[in-house]
């Protein structure tokens, strides 16, 4: 069995759900090999604009050539990561490098993204096109000489792909269209978070028969076992194997070690959620497995950072931690909860090594927070951000603008929250709401066609105080990010690489 993760995602740690299935079939004996097809793929279109520059290039271009191995040595040091400006030009050299490595006009590409103005990922036609063509994709002269080399050596009778978001739907599909033509007895299963997405959208019926045998909705584990003939439990638990995959060759200081510690949302209540609307439910793993988890994987892989995945880490999972340190620095994503606002937890939070909290604050105005049903008190919050400040916990906080309950007075109460708060965030990420098809809210709301595409995930609507997305993203530009004391936090955000990278800061 061959399982490939696909470009483009950020390249900056080990892809954790082919861990998670190397983990469920090597428990099992399954003989299978992993392609972190991702970060091979960006390095060798690196590595061969380098080898063959173009002709004439550009001063920046010229720079970036002349200082690829530098800057990508430097990306892997953490001394780097004490300087927003030396990181900031040393990833935007970088990318610029990417770039350039791209002849088709059509095609943008960087870290964190491929677009193709000819081909849109929401068209399972384009898609299709893809697979017809994959001489079309950028990773091609990559993809075309790995595979089959490797494919003749193992022998794998199953090419699983996971797809996890839509900057890598295209390039999936030219690897997908390749494998087929050059080896048409293999069978091609997909999986992850987008081919997840898919197939619980309403009215989903599949286009792609004929090209993909099988789709893995959900965790994969138990479908993918069974594809090798072993029957297990849907909620039999499997620690990831990350030993198949380059743990050290990414793109950060040392090893980044992802690990899930539930499926789902312990909250999902929230309007308009994405999990609540595809039916996720809450799967904790046992705080006693994730303790002997993690300290196996931390013993063997010897992580610089921990990167914990959960949609929500609950409060038992951090005080499991506070109990049972992981033995490496981690950080992740949590709810805004009065155990925040303890001096002695947050210490203690510190202490097991916690650098950094993902904060999903979305409004500075309580009336819209409560009207999401986001279960967010902005006294506690604002309490929990001056809390984990004194702890020296950095706080990256998720501000959301647009939704059919805010205002343009909602979204001024927003700005003035956070400018209040500016020495208490450490990062902002600023996005406008997208409202997913399907969810029971949008039925009170005049909906249409948002992007043009029979897999698109959300649906455009009339908001009901005219808020609409043009003068959300005016006022944003226009004012929001204008503040003096908000424009400082925006400049801190490490470019392409955002959150992944952040917590590298809060260490340095």
């Known amino acids: 069995m061959l399982l490939i993760y696909p470009p483009v995602a950020k390249p900056c740690e080990a892809p954790a759900g082919i861990a998670k299935l190397s983990g469920a079939l090597k428990s099992h004996g399954v003989k299978h090999h992993l392609v972190d097809a991702n970060i091979e793929g960006l390095l060798f279109l690196m590595d061969s604009a380098v080898?063959?520059?173009?002709?004439?290039?550009?001063?920046?271009?010229?720079?970036a050539v002349r200082n690829y191995s530098k800057n990508i040595c430097s990306l892997r040091d953490m001394r780097l990561y004490k300087s927003i400006d030396r990181y900031s030009r040393a990833v935007m050299d970088t990318n610029r490098l990417l770039e350039k490595s791209v002849m088709n006009k059509d095609i943008s590409l960087s870290l964190a993204n491929y677009q193709d103005s000819g081909l849109s990922p929401l068209l399972s036609s384009d898609l299709l096109s893809a697979a017809a063509q994959p001489e079309r994709s950028p990773f091609f002269p990559y993809f075309s000489n790995r595979l089959p080399g490797l494919i003749e050596i193992i022998q794998p009778k199953i090419a699983g792909l996971s797809i996890n978001y839509l900057s890598q739907a295209l390039s999936s599909f030219a690897i997908i269209g390749f494998l087929k033509r050059q080896f048409p007895e293999m069978r091609i299963i997909c999986?992850?978070?987008?081919?997840?997405?898919?197939?619980r959208r309403p009215g989903w019926r599949n286009p792609f028969a004929g090209l993909i045998d099988h789709f893995v909705e959900g965790?994969?584990?138990s479908d993918l076992l069974r594809f090798a003939g072993i029957n297990t439990g849907p909620r039999a638990h499997y620690t990831p194997d990350y030993g198949l995959l380059p743990t050290g060759g990414y793109l950060s200081p040392g090893a980044v070690l992802p690990y899930s510690g539930s499926n789902g949302c312990f909250w999902n209540r929230c309007s308009f959620c994405p999990e609540k609307t595809e039916g996720n439910c809450y799967i904790p793993v046992g705080l006693m497995q994730v303790k002997d988890d993690l300290s196996s994987l931390v013993r063997s892989i010897r992580p610089s950072l921990i990167h914990l995945l959960d949609n929500a880490i609950s409060p038992a999972l951090m005080e499991s931690l506070i109990d049972n340190p992981p033995g490496a620095p981690w950080y992740g994503f949590t709810r805004i909860t009065k155990e925040l606002t303890d001096?002695?937890?947050?210490?203690?939070?510190?202490?097991?090594?916690?650098?950094?909290?993902?904060?999903?604050?979305?409004?500075?105005?309580?009336?819209?927070?409560?009207?999401?049903?986001?279960?967010?008190?902005?006294g506690i919050a604002s309490l929990a951000l001056k809390t984990l400040k004194k702890a020296h916990?950095?706080?990256?906080?998720?501000?959301?603008f647009g939704t059919p309950q805010e205002t343009i007075e909602s979204a001024l109460k927003t700005l003035d929250f956070t400018v209040k708060h500016s020495r208490e965030i450490g990062f902002l990420n600023l996005a406008i709401f997208n409202m997913p098809i399907g969810c029971a809210e949008a039925d009170n709301l005049e909906t249409s066609d948002f992007y043009e595409g029979d897999l698109s995930l959300y649906t455009d609507f009339a908001h009901p105080a005219g808020w609409n997305r043009k003068k959300v993203r005016k006022f944003l530009d226009n004012e929001f990010k204008r503040h003096k004391a908000i424009s400082a936090i925006l400049k801190s955000d490490p470019p392409f690489f955002t959150s992944n990278h952040a917590a590298f800061f809060s260490l340095a």
């Open 219 to 221: 965790p994969g584990e």
């Open 343 to 378: 001096i002695d937890f947050c210490m203690s939070l510190k202490r097991s090594g916690c650098a950094m909290l993902k904060l999903g604050i979305e409004s500075g105005d309580q009336t819209v927070l409560d009207r999401m049903q986001k279960g967010v008190d902005l």
């Open 191 to 199: 999986g992850g978070g987008l081919v997840t997405s898919w197939l």
């Open 393 to 400: 916990i950095a706080a990256y906080v998720y501000l959301l």
């Open 51 to 63: 080898a063959n520059p173009k002709a004439g290039p550009d001063t920046w271009t010229k720079r």
